[in-house]
């Protein structure tokens, strides 16, 4: 007895020093423990990810990997692979496990070494939000104190929730879900019992145990789990064998970007941060852009395919790099690998490594391709690059352009097949010098639709649609043109289209403006002067309306003054302004005459689909609507302030009658006029665009003093576009070519310039964006009226030939004078007795 009650005694005492220590230890923690209701609204660390607006993924922003997964939608065999070989007794302890704690001590005591670990999913959870995975005796002790917090405050379902969205699963993948696309490219519920076997083992070791790392090691363990949901009667026989016989399939899956805009992407991580901070990144928002995919991709496609074909006609600038010559041993196949890993893609653009030259062909090895044959066909264009003005003699064999060991860049194109579609092919290509920027957006309510920044982000990040600004040649005589018929000018006054030669005496020169090409045909009809681009008309347009009145006048399209000089070379286009602006500038002429703003951001959601902003940009009033001021000829002189708080409707900055004229020119610059049967036909600069067939459509060249810029401007239902290409480089010129012997007709050849340059991009684009679009009927404003004038005087006239044609004008501004059979100079001379009307 007296043993009996000495053994109780001693059990009593160790009894009271264990749970004076635990409780001394609780106290001597509890300072240092975190407040675990935070899990209660708990925020997961989920990459932003950026949708074009018909949702198409764009770009995913992000250290961590992560796709939240709802308890519901967890897959029950997962659930039971983790209870089996992570914490058995999950339903039944209080976040720590005795029974496992004492099996672990026992193997500790009897081996001397931790073989068995003995932490539940609770404690895993703690360690995970709260803790490090440093191994000391102290945070093993708070993690268990944090556990049965844990475990008081949270169910059971929502303490697994936690644990399958929190768990980091190796290559950046935080969470079951994420580590379901990472490996196997499935959502989480798409998984066989195998992969999620495969998932479930591998938090004891995720860096090492994954099937990337080695396969042998994940295999193994992905059968000890089996094994375990096996033994714990969670899986039958046949099952455990189906599963255990099936071999595991993984490689790294990137997040699957399905459109290509990188630099709207960067304009919605930049717009994020500066909204939300650095927390952006990981609040797992997606945000849904003004971006439709369908004309994102024609921009992608219409504005590079154009910056290629002007590089390419401008000739072959030979090799990237040389990695071995003629008279040294060639790379073997592993070498040629390793090289091209070092070498980034650019889009279309390609890295190869030229293996073998023969007379009209190269054998060449294509990164992520290996072998591949180069034709004829894809090497001829290749002339030698001299000066920007300047090329080569046309190539008569590959041995003139290629040479074996040369780093070359290639592109994969569509060639004619006998097959009904289409086949490939991969020509010779090189990255090119000159850049692009080409922008679309919708001119009712200013939404970006689609937008280009550059060749290649890679290459290149600087946007050139919205950073890029540079002088806008004759894009900018559409406003001039505005001011004009503002100022009670009409599409049928005569300006005289001949030299100016006008002394400076500031500079101690004369000032001698010229067309281009130089060729002057005397009084001319403002529409002809607009839509051919005539310089000395615009010049003289602009002393009529007066230049500090047209400088005024040009800040109702949003144009920072500043950026317009104060000199008549502003009729040339001397100023300078960004290509976003000058999509923003044409919508007004496209929408009727209102100010929009462009914005690029439509929506933004947060990780549960729950919508946290949403755009309101001002659009243009249909009908009657409440209006900031309305446009007039005496607007000028209005204080208008264009960022004011006007209620959902987008400001009238022009009248929609002068917005109608100037589209009236602009469909001119595509589609000229007079009837070419009769002898009074005639093009405007913009005539590369009649192939579409639409007569919708309407824009305007802009090129330059020496074709630095080249741009194209213009409309089409629904949307305005603008394509530019130029240098980075503000000193370089886009230069000329000459026709190549080797490549068919129809190539384009000559000074560069808006039209040859910019405009097939352009033109590209609205093919592919106006298919299955119908075609939109005119719709003529109020108080616009239809007469009857001579072609040559601009007068009435009651003729019915080929010497007449109907007008367009401004009721009360339309000619009421008839055109005399015989007509004196007197009616082009200025007041001051000059030979100039204006």
């Known amino acids: 007895m007296k043993f009996i009650k000495r053994l109780f005694l001693f059990t009593l005492i160790c009894i009271i020093l264990g749970v004076g220590t635990i409780f001394g230890f609780y106290f001597y923690v509890k300072p240092e423990l975190p407040d675990v209701a935070t899990l209660k609204d708990v925020q997961l660390q989920t990459p932003m990810q950026v949708f074009s607006q018909d949702g198409k ?33 999950f339903y039944d302890h209080p976040g720590i ?11 500790v005591a009897l081996s001397g070494s931790a073989k068995q670990g003995a932490s539940t999913i609770t404690q895993q959870l703690a360690r995970n939000f709260f803790l490090s995975n440093e191994k000391k005796i102290m945070r093993k002790i708070k993690e268990i104190f944090i556990a049965i917090h844990i475990e008081q405050l949270l169910s059971k379902q929502e303490i697994m929730e936690l644990y399958v969205n929190k768990i980091f699963l190796g290559y950046r993948s935080y969470g079951f879900g994420a580590a379901a696309q990472t490996y196997f490219g499935k959502d989480l519920q798409d998984l066989t019992l195998s992969e999620l076997a495969t998932l479930a083992g591998m938090p004891k070791a995720p860096s090492t145990m994954n099937p990337i790392y080695s396969l042998e090691r994940a295999t193994n363990r992905r059968n000890v789990v089996l094994r375990r949901m096996f033994d714990e009667k969670y899986i039958t026989q046949q099952e455990y064998e189906q599963a255990r016989d099936e071999p595991i399939v993984a490689r790294y899956h990137v997040a699957e970007i399905e459109l290509s805009a990188p630099y709207v992407a960067e304009l919605a991580r930049a717009w994020m941060v500066e909204r939300y901070g650095e927390d952006a990144y990981t609040s797992g928002m997606s945000i849904y852009t003004t971006v439709d995919s369908k004309l994102q991709a024609a921009a992608n496609e219409s504005a590079i395919n154009n910056l290629l074909t002007y590089d390419q006609r401008h000739g072959y600038r030979g090799a990237e790099k040389v990695l071995w010559s003629a008279n040294q041993a060639p790379f073997d196949g592993e070498k040629i690998k390793q090289a091209l890993d070092n ?51 046309a190539p008569t064999s590959a041995k003139e ?15 004619d097949s006998d097959d009904e579609q289409p086949g490939h092919a991969w020509h010779l290509s090189q990255v090119p010098n000159a850049n692009t920027a080409f922008i679309a957006m919708n001119p009712e309510n200013g939404a970006v639709l689609s937008l280009v920044g550059g060749f290649n982000f890679i290459h290149n990040k600087f946007n050139r649609a919205t950073q890029s600004v540079r002088q806008v040649g004759s894009s900018i005589k559409p406003f001039i043109y505005s001011a004009a018929i503002d100022k009670g000018l009409t599409l049928a006054t005569l300006i005289n289209d001949a030299p100016i030669n006008q002394w400076d005496k500031s500079q101690g020169t004369a000032w001698r403006p010229k067309n281009s090409p130089p060729t002057y045909v005397g009084p001319t009809r403002l529409r002809i002067g607009l839509a051919q681009s005539k310089n000395v008309m615009a010049v003289r347009v602009l002393r009529e309306v007066g230049l500090d009145p047209t400088r005024e006048y040009l800040t109702r399209f949003g144009f920072d003054i500043d950026q317009l000089p104060r000199s008549e070379t502003i009729a040339l286009g001397a100023g300078s302004l960004t290509p976003m602006k000058m999509a923003q500038g044409y919508s007004v002429f496209a929408n009727g005459g209102y100010y929009v703003e462009p914005f690029y951001i439509n929506k933004i959601e947060d990780p549960f689909g729950d919508l946290v902003f949403e755009a309101s940009p001002k659009t243009i009033c249909q009908h009657d609507c409440e209006q900031g001021p309305q446009a007039s000829n005496e607007f000028a002189e209005q204080d208008v302030d264009l960022n004011s708080e006007q209620p959902n409707y987008a400001p009238q900055v022009i009248t929609e009658q002068t917005a109608f004229l100037v ?18 036909g005639w093009n405007g600069t913009g005539w590369r665009a009649q192939p579409l067939k639409r007569r919708d459509i309407g824009g305007k060249t802009g090129t330059t003093n020496d074709s630095k810029d080249a741009w194209y401007n213009g409309y089409g239902p629904g949307m305005v576009a603008v394509a530019w290409v130029g240098f980075d480089d503000h000193n370089r010129k886009l230069g000329r070519s000459k026709p190549n012997p080797n490549l068919d007709n129809g190539q384009i050849s000559g000074a560069e310039a808006g039209a040859k340059t910019a405009q097939p991009a352009w033109v590209d684009f609205m093919r592919i964006a106006l298919d299955g679009i119908p075609e939109r009927d ?9 007469v009857r004038i001579d072609r040559e005087s601009g007068l009435l006239t009651n003729k019915f030939d080929s010497s ?24 082009y001379t200025s007041s001051d007795g000059g030979e100039e009307l204006f």
Not at 778 to 786: E, G, Q, S, W, Y
């Open 57 to 89: 993924l764009i770009s995913q922003f992000g250290e961590k990997r992560r796709i939240p997964v709802a308890y519901d939608d967890i897959p029950l065999h997962l659930t039971e692979a983790l209870i089996a070989t992570e914490d058995s007794r």
């Open 97 to 107: 496990d005795p029974i496992g704690i004492t099996r672990a001590a026992v193997v």
């Open 343 to 393: 070498v980034p893609t650019y889009g279309q653009l390609t890295p190869a490594i030229v293996i073998d030259v023969q007379d009209r062909r190269a054998t060449v090895w294509v990164k992520d391709q290996g072998q591949q044959t180069l034709d004829w066909d894809g090497i001829k264009w290749a002339r030698k690059f001299l000066t920007d003005d300047r090329q080569g003699k």
């Open 401 to 415: 352009v290629l040479n074996s060991g040369e780093q070359i860049w290639v592109r994969q194109v569509e060639v």
């Open 663 to 680: 589209r009236e020119m602009m469909y001119s610059n595509i589609w000229g006029g007079g009837n070419w049967r009769e002898g009074t």
């Open 778 to 786: 005119k719709t003529i404003p109020d108080n616009i009226i239809r």
């Open 804 to 827: 007449s044609m109907f007008e367009y004008f401004l009721e009360g501004t339309e000619p009421t004078e008839f055109v005399k059979s015989e007509m004196t100079n007197s009616i």
